[in-house]
């Protein structure tokens, strides 16, 4: 199961996605990969936001080797399931979307529908890194019930 999770810079909500993903994927025992992107290109090749490595390191993640990168139509052939952290990522990512895509495009917090929200909010500009953080591990508990109960497409033995 190959996920990518896409934000806008990629240096704070979707390389926590990815990290928190993995290891909580792992620790269940449940085969993945995954990576995290952005529709923009600002940040590209660098680490994730110091604020968002901090708040991360508190709740035991380590993303020190993330490395930011910018979201390709490729993309939508290499992975199974490619999740925007909100409403904007997702428009501009169905702007790009090709007409034969393997990788199924949905809104990350789909996955926590008891949530009263929608989107991650952008934590960059005085965010609250601490919040999105605890949004983003609701969301990947219910992305992977959804991936160990079949009810996300390619969860079945690809990693
Ligand atoms: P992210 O946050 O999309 O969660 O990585 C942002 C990071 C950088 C910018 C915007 C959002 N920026 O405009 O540079």
């Known amino acids: 199961m190959k996920v990518l999770f896409v934000c806008l810079g990629n240096i704070c909500r979707s390389p926590s996605a990815a990290c928190v993903f993995r290891d909580r994927a792992a620790q269940q025992g449940v085969l993945v990969t995954a990576e995290g992107a952005g529709t923009g290109a600002w ?14 390191a508190v709740r035991g993640y380590n993303l020190s080797a993330e490395r930011a990168q910018q979201v390709t139509v490729a993309d939508f052939a290499r992975y ?80």
């Open 43 to 56: 940040h590209v090749g660098q680490p994730p936001d110091a604020r968002a490595m901090g708040e991360a």
């Open 80 to 159: 199974d399931l490619i999740l925007a952290m909100d409403r904007a990522n997702l428009k501009a990512l169905q702007a790009i979307r090709p007409s034969d895509a393997e990788a199924e495009l949905r809104l990350f917090l789909d996955f926590a529908p008891d949530l009263p929200l929608r989107d991650v909010p952008d934590p960059y500009y005085e965010g609250d890194f601490q919040g999105v953080l605890a949004l983003i591990e609701q969301g990947v508990d219910g992305l992977i019930d959804a991936i160990r109960t079949g009810a996300v497409p390619g969860s079945t033995g690809r990693t």
